[in-house]
């Protein structure tokens, strides 16, 4: 936290949205966190449109290194931008608190995988070559779902969308001041944005709360990595790469 910690203190009103006309609906700040965003689903897509087409194996695995490079590439070219990400000072409650709800956001989603609790079917990311896992493809998987995806997805969800959906400006609002309409809105689409949708649910509701309750979005960012990271160990161990 920053040295005039006032989490404590009483939450202001929820802030109303205010789009006077002609006002841009993404001003440059907005677009900062949007485009790492925006790129990463982007290979989304073009891993599915390969797929479809037939592309080998080989090809399919190392979309993700170049995918998770170039989002640490935009997220490191913006990076004095990020205002919520230049001061790293968190109490010591707010670590202990971020890292409990890392764990049991792992413990369920990996939990939370009934039929009726997925949409759709996840390829996952299988890293075995001729039937031999290849170590540099889950280090760089693993690397990239626990340090690059938390602050990528951190930015998008909860600095940036969650903010926005109560106030253009979202810079200007304060993460106690988020509307229940904001919140609600916000951890639904994260949800819906994975398969495991009722797992994406529950996370969202966790980290936002985290950000909303510290005010500080690295502790989102704390429970995030340790969540993905622990994922990749579990996946790793079990050999269920589908959850990847």
Do not use: C
Request: hydrophobic fraction near 55%; proline fraction near 6%; charged fraction near 15%.
């Amino acid at each position: 936290m920053s040295e005039h910690d006032d989490r404590y203190a009483t939450p202001a009103a929820p802030r109303v949205a205010a789009k006077p006309g002609g006002a841009p609906m993404f001003n440059r700040a907005a677009w900062l966190r949007i485009l790492p965003f925006a790129v990463y689903m982007a290979f989304i897509a073009i891993a599915e449109l390969l797929t479809r087409a037939g592309a080998p194996p080989g090809v399919l695995r190392w979309l993700y290194p170049l995918k998770v490079g170039l989002v640490a590439v935009l997220l490191a070219l913006f990076w004095r931008r990020y205002e919520e990400l230049k001061r790293f000072s968190l109490a010591p409650a707010a670590i202990l608190t971020a890292l409990a709800t890392g764990i049991v956001v792992l413990v369920l989603w990996v939990s939370l995988d009934a039929g009726w609790m997925v949409v759709g079917a996840s390829p996952g990311y299988d890293p075995r070559v001729a039937g031999r896992i290849d170590w540099l493809l889950v280090a760089i998987r693993i690397a990239g779902a626990a340090l690059v995806v938390p602050i990528m997805e951190e930015l998008f969800w909860r600095s940036f969308l969650m903010r926005w959906i109560d106030e253009l400006d979202f810079q200007t609002v304060e993460p106690p001041q988020l509307s229940l309409k904001s919140f609600s809105i916000a951890v639904l689409l994260f949800g819906f944005e994975h398969n495991l949708w009722l797992a994406g649910i529950v996370a969202g509701a966790a980290y936002s709360w985290l950000y909303m309750r510290f005010r500080n979005l690295w502790t989102p960012i704390l429970a995030h990595a340790v969540t993905n990271g622990l994922l990749g160990l579990w996946v790793v161990q079990t050999g269920n790469w589908s959850f990847w």
